[in-house]
């Protein structure tokens, strides 16, 4: 190799240059066999989070990028079950330029298309709340954002609106055990979008965790209500 094409492949970047071009671990029954990947890996930054991940549930890949460069990598994480303990194995690899945008933009199509889909869906959701008396129907509405804010940080603002009527709804009359059920996730997302969201109330909001459903519901519609929280129709997807 060329001084020229040595000097081209010198990596300058203060976390990259500690990472090799492939590195990988390997657990056995819960217990790593080889040297863990390196330190400097736990700085690179998940592309496409929270939609993609790096959990160990299954197996399955994703990207990450360096916060400082931009280098991306690509993490596999390979799980297999065998009577005597799971055999996994944690590979991660760096790309080349052109490689790393190609996958990058892929990510981030899947992104966009799993963003849609939400939308979609909620727009449907709201539909519900605001026209069904069913329970069932309302409890699976609320636990579709319930669900979208927490485990993959959407935000919900443009819901608000709908959930805040149910609570209205819910909190001013005698309730079945079903309906309390339906009251207390709907606590639980208004009181994490508030928390999320709407941080300079988060404080207030979190005094009251512990107070009884109604109590609760009651002191998120004062929060809501007032002008600040109030979201805007701009908002809405």
């Known amino acids: 190799m060329s001084k020229k094409s040595a000097a081209k492949k010198k990596i300058t970047c203060s976390i990259c240059s500690r990472i090799p071009e492939k590195d990988s671990e ?13 330190k400097a890996v736990s700085q690179l930054e998940i592309v496409g ?5 790096d959990d160990t549930l299954h197996s399955h890949s994703c990207l990450k990028r360096c916060p400082e460069c931009g280098a991306i990598y690509k993490w596999e994480f390979e799980y297999e079950y065998l009577v005597g303990g799971s055999e996994d194995t ?10 790393g945008n190609l996958a990058v933009e892929e990510v981030m199509k899947t992104v966009e298309i799993m963003k849609q889909k939400f939308y979609s ?8 709340l605001r026209t069904s008396t069913d ?8 636990d579709f954002f319930h669900y979208h804010q927490l485990i993959y940080d959407e935000d919900i603002s443009f819901a608000v609106d709908a959930l805040r ?11 079945n055990r ?6 207390y996730w709907l606590n639980s997302v208004l009181v994490n979008y508030i928390i999320k969201r709407k941080s300079e109330h988060k404080d207030l909001i979190r005094q009251h965790i512990n107070d009884s459903s109604k109590t609760l519901a009651l002191k998120i519609l004062e929060v809501l209500d007032s002008s600040s929280v109030k979201p805007s129709s701009s908002e809405e997807p």
Not at 28 to 35: A, F, P
Not at 135 to 141: F, G, K, L, P, S
Not at 178 to 183: G, K
């Open 121 to 128: 869906k909620a727009k449907k959701k709201i539909k519900n």
């Open 165 to 175: 009527e149910i609570l209205i709804r819910y909190s001013s009359k005698s309730l």
């Open 49 to 53: 989070a929270p939609y993609f991940n």
């Open 26 to 38: 390997f657990w056995v029954g819960g217990q790593l066999r080889t040297t863990p990947l390196v």
């Open 135 to 142: 329970d069932a129907i309302i409890r699976d509405a609320i």
């Open 178 to 183: 079903e309906e309390e059920e339906i009251l």
């Open 90 to 99: 944690i590979t991660l690899t760096r790309l080349g330029t052109e490689e």
